[in-house]
């Protein structure tokens, strides 16, 4: 269900209510959304907040997973070429290490960040973030400033668009090669799934809340907690 929050008017003193929208700086008065539904924007409809029940639960063991399939893909065969006569296997490590010394290091450094770094360290900083406020204890020392963090590296994580990219690139060397996907290609998809999933259950506006209502000297109540465990 969507719910369209109530536009902001110039009396308005409750601070703490008032939410930006993220696309087009709309400001409103944002209302006790229940979970299941959205709060839309009324100018430009993007979801500014999308509470879910146990959401939190969710996105840390999405997260978990995602680290995992991350480390696996460094080492797993990513693909095998065969031409010729000719077989190569490589995996995505072995691709950055060959254009270490390369005037071409630079570029590949950067693209795996976006596309292997830049969401594990996103992954890692939602779970120093969730893992004690779904566990009702006290957030952790920095858990503001990582969350803010992880949502302005949002825009850098690009494993999707490095996977588009692949499969671009695959249809083009299919009719020079012979190309057999290896196990890293299929964990690579599947941390493309599980990232994707991620942001789809995660409410950024139901963590500000949660980590504006815990304070260091006392857990999380579970009013705070409804949308997250």
Known sequence: MSHHPE???????????????????????????????DAVCQRCHRVIAAPRHRAGMQIISLAAASLVLLAATLFFPFLKISAAGVHNATSVLDVVLAFTSDELAILVLFTTACILAIPALRMGLLLYVLVPLV?????????RPAFLLSERLKPWS??????????????????????????????????????????????SRSVWDALEAATPDAPPTAATQEHLT
């Open 7 to 37: 536009a902001f008017s110039p009396d308005a003193t409750d601070l703490a209510s008032l939410v930006a929208c993220p696309s087009c700086d709309a400001l409103y008065r944002m209302p006790r959304i229940a979970a299941g539904e």
């Open 135 to 143: 566990f009702d204890h006290p957030p952790s020392a920095r858990a």
């Open 158 to 203: 690009m494993a999707e668009i490095f996977a588009l990219g692949c499969a671009v690139a695959l249809i083009k060397v299919r009719d020079l090669a012979e190309v057999e996907f290896g196990p890293a290609f299929w964990m690579f998809a599947g941390l493309v799934f599980l990232v994707l999933q991620v942001q789809r259950n995660l409410c």
